[in-house]
């Protein structure tokens, strides 16, 4: 019987080798970026257990990533206002590609693929127009880049692919930045945050705000359930005395609602959330905040339900029955009701855990 060896020797000789996928890669259940005791940094893939089945370096600090829906392919984004996105291998931890932004022109830390994994979309900021863009980049064609779309706004963060499979949901932070002033926000007292809804085409299909009074509360990071419901996790820019409700749902066809659970929790938040995720089921949604040291855990209508403490809880993602956040203490979390440590390295976490497809 010919070994497995000569048979894939075949199959590359015919042309026809199966493409690799994730299993190739260790199979992970999610992506993070770390720094490591040394002080460098590393993209890591963690599996549904929370251990670690691959690390593979980077020039700097890491964001999020975005993982491409059957390829062992990951694109890593440096924290804003970055520069580098890499296009990582996952299966022999190869940079296959570099994607520099194009002058004028830089990151935000976020991306999603579309669904067949043929494009790569990505926040960015053309900040010598003040104006938010999404770019686009051919996968099948080394990642060439393709153009460029308006977001809708200022300070595109995180964007998701809506199941409709052609349509963009976009957080619009509202901020204005230049990388010449490295992290300042540039216009607070007029900042309009939105949540934008984008055709690949480039249309702005919809759109909403905060109420006025609300208008500095950047809308940043976003959770997408399978039926289109958006969960929103905003950071307040206004006085830490008047902070609003940071979390708030959307379906497309109403109003943007905002939940608040009626404590003082978002000022235990300090005003700022870090991520945003469905449960493994949808029933449920959580929220981070690494300043405050605590994650909210609310029904999907917004009503809370229970409280994690753990000191500098910031990456959180859909579990198997319930939610896996990460600490910037290297721990791995699983909440399923209670709360549990699945796992502790000796690297602190980055801001976002993201799942794998």
């Not at 996952?90 to 976020?110: E, I, N, Q």
């Not at 053309?126 to 099948?140: E, Q, S």
């Not at 619009?172 to 992290?183: F, K, L, S, V």
């Not at 055709?199 to 702005?204: K, Q």
């Amino acid at each position: 019987m010919p070994s497995r060896r000569m048979f894939l020797a075949g199959l590359l000789a015919s042309g026809v080798a199966p493409r690799a996928s994730w299993a190739d890669a260790g199979s992970p259940a999610y992506l993070s970026a770390a720094r490591l005791p040394s002080g460098a940094y590393a993209l890591f893939g963690l599996n549904a257990g929370g251990q670690v089945v691959f690390e593979i370096p980077l020039p700097g600090r890491g964001h999020a990533a975005a993982a491409h829906p059957s390829q062992p392919l990951a694109v890593a984004f440096a924290r804003r206002p970055g520069r580098f996105a890499l296009v990582i291998n996952c299966a022999d931890g190869t940079v296959k590609t570099r994607l520099d932004a194009p002058p004028g022109f830089h990151f935000y830390g976020h991306g999603t693929f579309t669904a067949d994994g043929s494009v790569l979309c990505t926040s960015e900021n053309d900040f010598n127009n003040a104006r938010g863009m999404i770019g686009l980049w051919d996968v099948r064609n080394g990642f060439a880049r393709l153009g460029a779309i308006p977001s809708g706004g200022i300070g595109p963060h995180e964007l998701r692919l809506m199941p409709d499979g052609e349509t963009l949901v976009v957080a619009n932070g509202g901020i204005e930045t230049h990388p010449d002033a490295g992290r300042q926000k540039l216009n607070l007292p007029e900042m309009r945050p939105n949540l934008s809804y984008v055709s690949l085409d480039g249309a702005t299909l919809d759109q909403h705000q905060p109420p006025p009074e609300w208008h500095q509360n950047s809308i940043r990071h976003l959770a997408l359930r399978k039926d289109g419901l958006v969960a929103i996790a905003c950071q307040w820019q206004g006085n830490p005395t008047d902070t609003p409700p940071l979390l708030a749902t959307h379906r497309r066809g109403q109003n943007l609602a905002f939940h608040d659970p009626g404590t003082d929790i978002w000022r235990d938040m300090q005003g700022y959330l870090g991520s945003v995720s469905f449960s493994g089921s949808g029933a449920e949604i959580a929220v981070t905040g690494p300043r405050g040291g605590v994650a909210l855990i609310t029904d999907a209508s917004g009503q809370p339900q229970r409280l994690i403490e753990q000191p500098d809880i910031c990456g959180a993602a859909p579990g198997a029955s319930g939610f896996v956040f990460t600490t910037g203490q290297g721990l791995v979390l699983e909440d399923a009701g209670t709360s549990r440590q699945m796992a502790s390295e000796w690297v602190a976490w980055d801001n976002h855990l993201v799942s794998v497809a």
